[in-house]
């Protein structure tokens, strides 16, 4: 179902789902780095591996979280992107008549 999603955003919003996606990506692959760097100390050659194993694993056990964040924030970059730009919002981007729950 999430798959669905990402697809239908992809399709809806173009590059700018997918910048988001890199941008989260980014920021919590170098947030894990500098965390772990910071809570283990490093020795040896082999260590900088480690660090890399350590840091991609943590990142990717966070992917569902990264994937519902960037559902979430695409839209709203899109119309932060649209009108920083001067451009018409997207029909997806104004606001809906109906009631959110």
Known sequence: ?????????????????????????????TGFAIAISMGIKIEGATSGAGLAGATWLATKLTQPLR??????????????????????????????DKPSL
């Open 1 to 29: 179902m999430t798959r669905e999603k990402l697809k239908t955003l992809l399709a809806e919003y173009g590059n700018v789902a997918l910048v988001t996606y890199l941008v989260i990506w980014v920021l919590t692959l």
């Open 67 to 96: 994937i519902a964040a960037t559902l979430a924030l695409t839209p709203v970059v899109s119309a932060l992107h649209r009108k920083l730009r001067g451009m018409s919002p997207l029909p997806s981007d104004k606001p809906s």
